[in-house]
C-alpha cells in the first residue's frame, strides 16, 4: 500500500496468483487522527472514502467533538 503525501489518495497493489475476481476488504479506523487538533465545539469533519471507478462505493464518517 502506498499513499500519495499531496493527495491523500492511498493505493494496493497485489499480485494475484492466477486470473479471476479478487474481492479485498478495507478497514477504515477514525483512530489514524488521534492527536490531530480537534473540530470547534458545534462543528463537523466529515471524512469519504470511496474507491475510483466503482460507482456507489463512497462511504463516510462524521467526527463530532464531545
Do not use: E, R
Not at 32 to 56: E, L
Amino acid at each position: 500500500m502506498t499513499q500519495n503525501p499531496t493527495t491523500g489518495a492511498v493505493t494496493a497493489q497485489f499480485n494475484a496468483p492466477t486470473a479471476g475476481t479478487y474481492i479485498i476488504g478495507i478497514k477504515y479506523d477514525s483512530k489514524s487522527i488521534v492527536g490531530d487538533p480537534a473540530p470547534s465545539p458545534g462543528t463537523t469533519v466529515h471524512y469519504n472514502f470511496a474507491t475510483t471507478g466503482v460507482p456507489g462505493s463512497t462511504s463516510g464518517l462524521d467526527l463530532i467533538k464531545q
